[in-house]
C-alpha cells in the first residue's frame, strides 16, 4: 500500500501582548494564530476568562506556560498545573507548551529559567512531570529548549542529546526555540545544524522566534542574550528554512516579542520572513523527496 501524503499547512503568528493586542486584532488576516502566555491568566476571574475564550472564537489560540519548570528536581505543584488547565478549559487551545526548565528545588524558587543538569535523573524527572502535567492538563505538552549563559553543572550530556532524551522519555514533541538554539550555538561553540540532526525531525512541532543582544560579561567574553527586544536576526530566519527542509508535519511559528515595540508594520515584515523562510525550506523538502 502506498504511503499516504500528509498535507503541510504551515502558520505564522505572533505572540499575545496587551502592547499590540489592537493592533493583532485589527490585522487577523496577517496573523494566523496568537500564542498567549498561559501565566498571566492563573488566578483570572470568570469574567476575564471570557475574554479569553471570546479571543480564541476570534484566531486559534495556543497556550505558553512560563513558571512550571518541568526540568526541575522536584514535582510540579498540583496547583500550578491545576492553574493552567483552568486556563486551557477557557481558551481550548490547539496545543500548550512549556520550558525544559529547572526553577525550583529544596524549596527555594529561583525565578529564572535555568537549564537543568544535563543527566539520566534529570531526563527521568521531566518525563515524571510531563506525564503529570498530561493527567492533570488533558494533554501533554510541547517542551521547548532554553537560552543559558552558563552551561549547568553535572552535565553528561550535550544539550541536543539531553532534549533528545527528554522528549524520547515523555514521549511529547518539540517547541524549538530558534533564537535560543542560536544563542546557545554562538555562545559555546557549537553547529546549530549537528544540534538538529539530533532531534528526531517528527518531534518538531512548533517554533519560536525571537532577537536579541550581545553583552559582554565581566569575564571579559562578549555573548548573546536572549532577550526578546530585538528584530530576529538573519542567521534565526536561515535556521528556519533548515528545520522546514526537515519537518515531516506542519509547524507554528511564533514571533515573539517582549518590549521595544516596533509598529506593527515592522512585525508583520519579520512574519512575512519567516513565511518566505518556511516557503523555501519546504521547496527544498519537495525537491529532495522528488529526486529520491
Known sequence: MADVAVEIRDRVGLGWRPELAAATLGHLDTVDVVEVIADDWFGASARRLRALRTLASQVPVVLHGV???LASSQSVALSRLEAMARVADAARPEFWSEHLAFVRAGGYEIGHL??????????EGT?????????VVGAAPLLENI????????RHHSEAEWVAAALEASATGLLLDLHNLHANATNFGFDPLAFLEHIPAARLRAIHLAGGRWITPPDGRP?????HLHDVPEPVFALLEEVAARAPRSLTVI???DGRYPPFPVLQQQMDAARRALAAGRKRRADREAAA
Not at 118 to 123: E, M
Not at 127 to 135: F, S, T
Not at 147 to 154: K, M, N, Q
Open 114 to 123: 535555568a537549564a537543568p543538569p544535563r543527566s539520566a535523573d534529570t531526563v
Open 255 to 257: 514571533l515573539e516579542r
Open 147 to 154: 537560552a543559558t549563559l552558563v552551561e549547568p553543572p553535572g
Open 67 to 69: 513558571s512550571l519548570g
Open 127 to 135: 518525563a515524571a512531570n510531563v506525564d503529570h502535567a498530561h493527567r
Open 223 to 227: 555573548r548573546v542574550l536572549d532577550d
